[in-house]
């Protein structure tokens, strides 16, 4: 099987070969520790493991605003980025950019905006058609990247103002989310228009260290009527859906069953997640997709195979399940620790 079959069975409710093996970041400082570790210079990681590759086509759901450099140091470059917000990055390290100030505060800021949300065929890369062309020519999996309704408020607004302003303004937040919405719509057919992907993938991390950043309740009143429109689209189009979340989703789960997507991804360890108690509650309904912890990654050879072999055993039979960390793979997991993880995930996950 090719990785598009692999894939597209898994995300079905079907059975594959084996399960797919894959990741999407390995940071770049893991990168250069492998390189000392016997990684050939100047090759894919992915393809010299003999991985599934996963190519994803982000698409531009901002306000569209110019970004503009505030500020520049040795270490970080400060920006105004395409929404509004101020955003310091770092230019050597991998490290999460922060958050320092933003535009849209009040509902009159968003109506001052809000018609920045309207379609137009540059918000699809100049480089998707290529891309789609490349995924059918070498028979990897391709999923298209909108940005997530609600994540987009809470990073255009910022956590601090976002979370409040959704119990004091639900109408504009009804209108935010939609106006996400009908562009997510449009860009879907757009992309379909020039080369149909197998799947829409959202990332929003709507799971923190103990649960939701807001509750279920919320969720359904505000997000699940948008994410069942877009996920109904996906389908009648034969688009399968994936949906990020960092943090404890053990709440977000079912919701995402009920909006209809097919996957969850990717069920990080260290927030409580765990996909053995979650294939006994879900399995058959959605996907699982990761939770091998990086922390056991990092740890001893043998605590590597345990973790893999643990969860696999359980993950595994009846189809379901899709290798992958529970996030990204930091420097602290060597490379030989990674090759006898996917060593372990071969030897079980083939069916």
């Known amino acids: 099987m090719t990785t598009r079959e692999r894939m597209r069975r898994v995300l079905s409710g079907q059975v594959p070969d084996r399960i797919p093996l894959c990741e999407i970041c390995f940071w770049p400082e893991t990168v250069e520790r492998w390189r000392d570790e016997g990684l050939p210079r100047d090759v894919d990681p992915l393809r010299w493991l003999d991985m599934d590759v996963l190519a994803t086509s982000w698409f531009d759901s901002s306000l569209r605003l110019e970004e503009e450099t ?3 140091d040795d270490e970080t470059v400060t920006v105004r980025d395409q929404d509004g917000a101020t955003v310091r990055r770092w230019k050597a390290k991998t490290a999460v950019r922060q958050h320092l100030d933003y535009l849209v505060k009040t509902p009159d800021d968003w109506l001052s905006v809000r018609d920045r949300l309207s379609f137009s065929p540059q918000r699809i890369p100049d480089a998707y058609a290529e891309i789609w062309r490349q995924s059918r020519e070498d028979g990897s999996w391709l999923a298209i990247v909108p940005g997530e309704p609600i994540w987009w408020v809470l990073m255009v607004m910022g956590f601090e103002a976002a979370l409040p302003f959704m119990v004091d303004y639900p109408d504009v937040v009804h209108e935010m989310v939609a106006a996400q919405t009908e562009l997510s719509l449009r860009m879907i057919d757009a992309a379909c228009d020039i080369g149909k992907p197998d799947a829409l993938w ?16 919320m969720f359904r009143a505000l997000v699940l009527p948008y ?4 996920t109904t689209h996906c ?3 034969g688009l399968n859906t994936v949906f990020h979340c960092c943090g404890d989703c053990r709440q ?14 990717p069920l990080e360890a260290r927030a409580g997640n765990d ?5 006994s509650q879900y399995g058959g309904q959605i ?5 091998i912890s990086v922390e056991r990654l990092s740890g001893s050879e043998q605590e590597a195979e345990d973790e893999v072999r643990a969860k696999l055993e359980v993950a595994v039979p009846g189809g379901g399940y899709i290798f992958h960390s529970d996030h990204s ?15 372990v995930a071969r030897e079980i996950g083939t069916y």
């Not at 994410?227 to 877009?230: L, M, N, T, V, Y």
């Not at 919701?255 to 097919?262: A, C, Q, S």
């Not at 996907?287 to 939770?291: S, V």
């Not at 793979?329 to 060593?343: F, Q």
């Open 235 to 237: 389908h009648e189009l």
């Open 202 to 217: 959202f990332f929003s991390d709507l799971g923190f260290r103990n649960g939701m950043l807001f509750s279920p309740a």
């Open 275 to 279: 996909v053995r108690q979650l294939k």
């Open 252 to 265: 977000v789960i079912p919701l995402l069953i009920e909006g209809g997507f097919d996957c969850v991804q």
């Open 227 to 230: 994410h069942q429109r877009i």
């Open 70 to 72: 505030l500020s520049e």
């Open 329 to 343: 793979v930091p420097p602290g997991v060597s490379l030989a620790n990674y090759r006898r993880a996917l060593e």
């Open 287 to 291: 996907a699982l997709f990761g939770n």
